[in-house]
């Protein structure tokens, strides 16, 4: 009757927001990569093809929801110049920052950033992760932003990971336009844009909105060519100040807006209105040693869901572990372990726009799981290291770990 049964485990379904949806000795049935049971051990019929957990936990797997994971090169010496006293816009200014892995991922080869990605992703994997979204951002041309969208997308035909392909040619501004920012947003609209969604690499489009980077007024340009061609919009918006950004994507019903440090109750207002949810990235407030929190609580008071995010990316945020980064989460953010945890799963989902097929437990959602060896779900944020995650189900399919 299911094509595979999981039984003796305790699952946190993670569709109650109170106490994680928590199933003690549960059982969970998979029909064609999809739950078709979840519920008491004891409410399942017996059958052939059984896997007995163990009495281990069972979590959705875990979606990372904002990563640079597509890249070339290694940004370890200018954090060590950083912290022997370099400033930021000191190592920018020298050549450094985003352009000088702008000029790495120019000069990789396709199956060269292909096989770095992959070999991040599965650190990603060993912690719970199936389900990511990937952003361009490093190329900033035609050749160079499709290279790492096909190389996302590779991802998610040979390997079969759920991913969403987010073009960020926004991210910075080429050398090659010499600063003029109104230009290369007139070649973000008009050029790459257009072809690489006649390509059909783009998922969603996403812009970095700050005073070093592009303006409220750039980022409604680049949201109005992807609204012509039916794309989601997303923001990186107010890590460093408030520049209005949030409140332009909120007109465009944006998927997210990410980061937040800065933003304020009027734009949140707009969040809530717009069905929008707020993408926390712990880990790149941790690397700059940030002082401004996110304001959590008025998230909480105007309902607008916080996910959470490894941000994974050479400069800001080179962490590769999701676990990292719930404690992060709790310990700075003081999000609670189980808004945490929904960040990393049921609004992550939402944030991708994919609540309907992954973030919970639920019959019809698709079976990806992870597996615990822990005492409790809480206990995914309360250690760092030790390596709980026993194995990944996959579509159904068990991958155990040895
Ligand atoms: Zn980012």
Redesign the pocket.
Known sequence: MFDTVFTNLHAATMRDSADFGIINNAAIGVTDGKITYIGPDAGIATQDNVIDLDGAWVTPALIDC?T?LVYAGSRADEFERRLQGESYADIAASGGGILSTVRATRAASDDALYEQMTARFTHLFREGVFGIEIKSGYGLDLASEGKMLRAATRLRDELGVPVQRTFLGAHAVPPEFNGNADAYVDYICDIMLPALAAENLIDAVDAFCEKIAFSAQQVEKIFTAAQKLSLPVKL?AEQLSDCGGTETAARFCALSS?HLEYTNETAIKAMAEAQMTAVLLPGAFYYLREKQLPPVDLFRRHGVPMAIAT?H?PGTSPILSPLAILNMACTLFRLTPVEAIAGMTRNAAKALGWQKRMGTIDTGMDAHLAVWNISHPRDLCYTLGGRPCRAMITGGLYNPFE
Do not use: E, L, T
Request: net charge negative.
């Open positions: 904002h640079h990186h990410d941000d990316n």
